[in-house]
């Protein structure tokens, strides 16, 4: 029996590796070629250390120098005796370079391309053979014909047999204006699965904050509670800037058949719209979300929007237990956080 290890780097690259009935986690990756920071391999140095995300494991044995009990409560272990119990997701703080690895490179084909509306497109692509990825996680797509790379969060659920995404159609866009002419069959390339900006372990309500196709993240990652189920209180607010900007709402609306539990509201921010909720996405959320801070917060959307968002939350004065944000910058670096209390 194996078990799944989704090892995220500090630079948001993640590499998936298979831990054999009772390897360690560190074992697992250096039989891939990856080379977690260690040095006495024996839970004496604490070299290796590492947070647990998610998942269950034998944390085996090592002295306090390595590892106090406090940190191995909070969820850090040694990834050179930490044994999984069931599939995993560890952050290792170091950047994937200095592991000697990197995102890894797929290739696969469009399926084809659907307009939502007059400024929202999704695509689909053939799922090629070996990728994984967390829900909320994305790739860096390689615009056909050029060198150029756009970075396109996945709104499909990890188990699903193809992979889409949603889109902003810029007009005067590189990869939107390559989307309306597209033709189904196309050869793409993309690296990744990449971000921190992913679904942890639900233990206790979500609320999810999305702006336009900062919806992307979100639908993946309800896609993934339908498959697994969810014991607690899941909410959307999705706002958005024009009416034509709302789209997935019949998909919104299976996940409410499909996962008790779930609920969303939308808005539309523009002056003229005749859209039942106005204003933003903030001032669709009801105190009593919050739930005195025992909440986990994902917030998605263009800068300024998170920007305000994040402002606001900080007003409240309740902190959530933690806050997941992510930013669809136009171009460059992504910029992902977490602010956990
Ligand atoms: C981590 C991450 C995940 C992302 N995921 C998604 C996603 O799931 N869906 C999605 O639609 N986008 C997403 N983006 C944004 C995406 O990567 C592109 O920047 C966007 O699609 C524009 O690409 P383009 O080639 O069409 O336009 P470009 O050729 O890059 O831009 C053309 C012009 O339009 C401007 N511009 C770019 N974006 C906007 C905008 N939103 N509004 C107004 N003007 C703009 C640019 O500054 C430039 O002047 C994500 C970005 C990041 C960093
Ligand atoms: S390498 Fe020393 S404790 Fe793991």
């Known amino acids: 029996m194996t078990h799944s290890i989704a090892l995220n780097f500090e630079d948001g690259v993640t590499r998936f590796v298979e831990a054999r009935a009772g390897e360690t986690v560190a074992d697992a990756a250096y039989r891939l070629g990856i080379n977690i920071p260690l040095d006495c391999r024996d839970g004496a140095c604490g070299t290796c250390k590492c947070r647990v995300e998610s998942g ?63 400024t929202s497109l999704a695509f689909m692509l053939d799922r090629p053979a070996g990728l994984a990825f967390l829900p909320g996680q994305y790739v860096n797509l390689r615009v056909p014909g050029t060198e150029q790379r756009r970075s396109y969060s996945f709104s499909s659920a990890p188990g699903a047999d193809a992979l889409s995404f949603l889109v902003r159609d810029i007009p005067a866009g590189l990869m939107s204006g390559w989307l309306r002419a597209a033709q189904p069959g196309t050869a793409m390339e993309f690296t990744g699965p990449a971000g921190s900006f992913y ?9 999810f904050l999305a702006g336009g196709t900062g919806l992307a993240p979100f639908m993946s990652m309800l896609g993934r509670l339908v498959e697994t189920g969810c014991d607690h209180p899941v909410r959307l607010v999705y706002g958005v800037t024009h009416d034509a900007d709302l789209v ?78 992510e930013k669809f910058s136009p171009s460059g670096p992504a910029e992902a956080g977490r602010l956990a209390a």
């Open 248 to 325: 997935g709402l019949a998909q919104l609306d299976a996940y409410v058949a499909a996962l008790p539990g779930f609920s969303y509201v939308t808005t539309v921010a523009a002056e003229g719209s005749t859209h039942p909720r106005r204003g933003y996405v903030t001032a669709h959320v009801e105190a009593g979300w919050l739930n005195g801070g025992e909440v986990d917060v994902y917030l998605c959307g263009p800068p300024p929007m998170v920007d305000a968002v994040r402002g606001w939350l900080a007003a409240q004065g309740v902190t959530p237990n933690a806050f997941h944000y």
């Open 56 to 118: 269950s494991y034998d944390g085996g044995s090592y002295i306090e120098d390595a590892l106090t009990d406090e940190e191995a409560a909070s969820g850090l272990a040694l990834a050179c005796q930490a044994r999984p119990k069931t599939d995993m997701v560890v952050a290792i703080p170091a950047a994937s370079t200095a592991c000697k690895t990197r995102p890894q490179s797929f290739e696969t084909v469009l399926r084809r391309v659907e307009r939502l509306s007059d």
């Open 199 to 207: 679904l942890r372990d639900v233990t206790r309500p979500l609320l």
